[in-house]
């Protein structure tokens, strides 16, 4: 997903972790998927145009990530355009020439002029300032034409204009300079979008597509925006997420029917949603909770409008639920109200169009989580919602909370990022304060208790990003280091052990990071 502004003065960066290991053909349980975590990075700056570090044919994209994270490895983008990566490395994924696990940053090989990084669930892609792509890893997903694994970088054939790169479980594409697009990797539900359903090691044009300005890359399937503001799809389609009024699998791109002015485009597990240069918003996919918001519970094949949304500027989608950003600073949620899901003093239920969260008028960034969701407010204070069984929310009230509810003890937020549990985040001051769960020492405190209200971090300045893991967190500092704490038994603290640690340890050899994520 691309940065898009939030607001007059705001952006919003999010990351998304990998997701872990998934069988290629394997059609998920909607009630066994995993969903994403997510880190809201809110920074003033002058006034940008939604989507507008998205690629556009003859430019590459403007704001590309500089650090990534799958479920088990790490790599950070250097000052000096190289990478440095840790973790696990079983398939060679972190490209130092070894199959060794490395608790501490390794250099991959022979790599610098690195603009953008992507990972997959046994790979690595990195796009480099010329428009070419290297990948290193495990196997098709590389791109090389060899098909096997490499620990080194190895070059993507004939790709030498890439403009964004993305990666999803086992495939990845690339939209070009030219507004063409490749794929490579799985391609059992047709995903590539070359016509077949064959795994490919080499880039594959994607059939008949010439003017790609967006992309969003579904689990199985993949979709386009293109210069014209039309959406096509391509790929695994059980649930009807193609948008094309089949449920018929596609290995080529299908055109989303009915669909024009599209400004972006995201795809889930299940279900897609489409903002559109009005404001208003259509879903298609998954709905037997209502996730699509058009006033029924029926599946749809076919864009449907989410009733009454006429100023989206973004969409987050999460466990059987949706809500949107609108421009005016509210938000309006909709599908299965679980736990307090919908912030309008309800716990349950299942609602088919969009309702107001209660008192929040003036969102800048909003966060969705599987049951909660969070907002950034304008006066950098954070309101939350939904369940709050390990204290995710931080309002120390009971175990769901009905209404948005502004987390104690934070003000002057300047970022948030939610853990599976907990959530922390950085204040103006350059301090960190985290609450929530905290089995695996996750709110770097020095103890293992749970924390129903904002911590202090121990020992913790100069933060300038926050990215959360499951139950790890990493800060990156002003002077370019890092420092992680919380569960490392993947080693994904990047300290020199497996050693799991409730206080900040240096990440070994970082000293000129400038952006994180966890997974």
């Known amino acids: 997903m691309y940065p898009r502004a939030v607001g007059r003065v705001w952006t919003l960066t999010t990351h998304i972790a990998a997701r872990p290991y998934q069988e290629p053909v394997m059609r998920p349980s909607l009630r066994q998927i995993f969903i994403p975590i997510t880190v809201l990075m809110i920074t003033p700056i002058s006034l940008v145009t939604p989507r507008a570090a998205a690629a556009t044919p003859g430019g590459a994209a403007s704001s590309p990530s500089t650090i990534s994270a799958s479920s088990d490895h790490t790599c950070a983008i250097n000052a000096d355009t190289t990478v440095s990566c840790w973790g696990s490395n079983f398939s060679g994924q972190l490209g130092n020439g070894t199959t060794d696990d490395s608790v501490s940053p390794v250099s991959v090989i022979g790599l610098s002029d690195v603009v953008e990084v992507t990972l997959g669930n046994r790979h690595t892609c990195a796009r480099t300032v010329s428009g070419h792509v290297q990948c290193w890893g495990g196997g098709a997903q590389l791109g090389d034409g060899v098909g096997a694994d490499s620990a080194t970088p190895v070059e993507v054939v004939g790709l030498t204009d890439a403009a964004a790169i993305s990666s999803y479980s086992y495939h990845t594409c690339a939209v070009r300079s030219d507004g063409s697009m490749v794929c490579w990797g799985d391609n059992s539900y047709g995903q590539l979008g070359d016509g077949t359903t064959d795994y490919s090691d080499i880039p594959v044009a994607v059939a008949g597509l010439a003017d790609a300005v967006d992309l969003g890359v579904g689990d199985q399937y993949t979709c386009v925006v293109h210069a014209d503001g039309r959406a096509s799809c391509w790929g695994a389609n059980y649930y009807g997420m193609l948008g094309d009024g089949t449920e018929d699998d596609s290995s080529t791109p299908v055109d989303v029917v009915g669909l024009t002015g599209v400004k972006s485009i995201d795809g889930g597990y299940q279900h897609t949603c489409a903002v559109l240069e009005t404001g208003a918003a259509r879903c298609w996919g998954y709905n037997y909770d209502g996730e699509l918001g058009d006033g029924t519970l029926t599946p749809s094949a076919l864009p449907v409008d989410v009733v009454g949304l006429t100023s989206a500027i973004d969409i987050g989608i999460g466990g059987q639920g949706t809500c949107a950003l609108l421009l005016d600073g509210s938000v309006s949620c909709w599908g299965w109200g679980y736990r307090g899901r919908f912030g309008d003093g309800s716990i349950d239920g299942i609602r088919t169009i969009p309702g107001p969260v209660d008192g929040i008028d003036d969102a800048v960034a909003l966060a969705v989580g599987y ?62 304060k985290c609450w929530g769960a905290n089995a695996a020492g996750q709110l770097g405190t020095g103890a293992i208790s749970t924390m129903e209200t904002p911590s202090t971090v121990s020992g913790l300045t100069d933060v300038i990003e926050l990215a959360a893991g499951t139950s790890h967190v990493c800060a990156v500092l002003t002077t370019g280091a890092m420092k992680c704490w919380g569960s490392n038994s993947s080693a994904q603290l990047g300290d020199g052990t497996r050693t799991g640690s409730a206080l900040p340890v240096d990440v070994s050899g970082m000293t000129a990071a400038t952006r994180a994520a966890a997974g």
Not at 417 to 431: Q, R, Y
């Open 371 to 432: 049951d909660h969701a969070c907002v950034v407010r304008a006066s950098s204070a954070v309101a939350c919602w939904g369940d709050n069984g390990n204290g995710a929310a931080g309002s120390g009230l009971p175990d769901r909370i009905s209404l948005p509810t502004p987390v104690a003890g934070i003000a002057g937020a300047l970022q948030v990022a939610a853990g599976d549990d907990f959530s922390c985040a950085v204040l103006i001051d350059t301090t960190v």
